[in-house]
């Protein structure tokens, strides 16, 4: 089976097909307004959207607990309790180091 593509001109772009796959490609961008549901990989510039996030997330250690996993042992949500409780302890903590280490303006005066 060959794929085929068909591209027609619209006044708000191309409407374009490949297969059983078409999208629209607006002549001045995508624009959405409201929810947008992706299938597939969304890559700006180059990158791959979800790769950097996951990325990003592991470099910074943000956890994604697996609440389904939780509601069936109680084990793992007792530790995704603990970890919710010193992660919000330790904010706090860092929170008042950073106040603590800025310069005190009133001597200045």
């Known amino acids: 089976m060959s ?3 068909l591209t027609t001109p619209s006044k708000y ?4 097909s490949v297969g059983n796959a078409s999208a ?11 929810n947008a549901v992706f299938r597939g990989k969304v890559i700006v510039e180059g990158v791959d959207l979800m790769e950097a996030l996951a990325k990003i ?4 250690g943000i956890l994604r607990t697996n609440s389904e996993l939780e509601q069936q ?4 949500k007792d530790l995704g309790d603990k970890y919710r409780e010193l992660e919000k302890e330790f904010s706090e ?17």
Do not use: H, M, Y
């Open 3 to 5: 794929k085929k593509t």
């Open 13 to 16: 772009g191309s409407i374009f």
């Open 24 to 34: 629209i490609k607006p002549a001045n961008g995508l624009q959405v307004s409201g």
């Open 57 to 60: 997330e592991k470099r910074l």
């Open 73 to 76: 042992f109680q084990e793992l």
């Open 93 to 109: 903590k860092w929170e008042c180091w950073n106040v603590l280490r800025q310069p005190n303006n009133d001597d200045a005066a």
